[in-house]
Structures are given as C-alpha cells and as structure tokens.
Nanobody, 122 residues
C-alpha cells in the first residue's frame, strides 16, 4: 500500500508556472506507474499526465501537452508536475495517483492523494 500527499498548489495569474509535488510513503514507490489528474468545479476528474516506473516514458493529455511536464525521483519517492504557461482553464484540484500501468482511466489507479488546489486567474 502507498500513501500519497500532494503539495505546491496555489493561486497564480495566467502565464505563470507552478510545480506540484506528490510524496509517497512506503518502499515500493518505484514499482508504481504514477499519474496526475485534475477536477474542475462541476466537472468530472480527468487525466493530465502519467509516467512509467523508471521515468523513461511519459504520456500527456492533449490539453496540457507542451506546457506540463511530469517527472519522478524514485530515490525521493516523489513525482512532480511542472506546469508552465498556465491558463484559466487549468484551474482545478490536482490529484496524484499510483497504479500498475500507464492509463488515462481513473479505474486503473489504485491509490490517490487528497488533492491540491490550483487557481489561475485571467
């Protein structure tokens, strides 16, 4: 089992950058695929990005491709989401999740953090 804690959210203006972190407990972090999802008010939770166990392969939603970068440091049990050129529509609660294969479906991830709020003003 793994516990996930996100941090790094905040309120910024459009065009700014933020870096989210997700710290995982336990000794098996490197055995999990990690993903980032987000949920805006009144909308369903959606896939943002995912990274494989070694960090050699990444996958992004079209809406964030070229602006967001997912990475991981297995020595620190942490996954990151660097968000550049933020837009108003990026406003959401961002969640990290752990699973066993790269996927865009929520059902493929077994463990979830509590989320961190990102608010982008235009």
């Amino acid at each position: 089992q793994v516990q996930l804690v996100e941090s790094g959210g905040g309120s910024v203006q459009a065009g700014a950058s933020l870096r989210l972190s997700c710290a995982a407990s336990g000794r098996t972090f490197s055995s999990y695929v990690m993903g980032w999802f987000r949920q805006a008010p009144g909308k369903e939770r959606e896939f943002v990005a995912a990274i494989n166990k070694s960090g050699s392969m990444t996958y992004y939603a079209d809406s964030v491709k070229g602006r967001f970068t997912i990475s991981r440091d297995n020595a620190k049990n942490t996954v990151y989401l660097q968000m550049n050129s933020l837009k108003f529509e990026d406003t959401a609660v961002y969640y990290c999740a752990a699973g066993h294969r790269i996927a865009i479906s929520l059902e493929d991830y077994s463990y979830w953090g509590q989320g961190t709020q990102v608010t982008v003003s235009s």
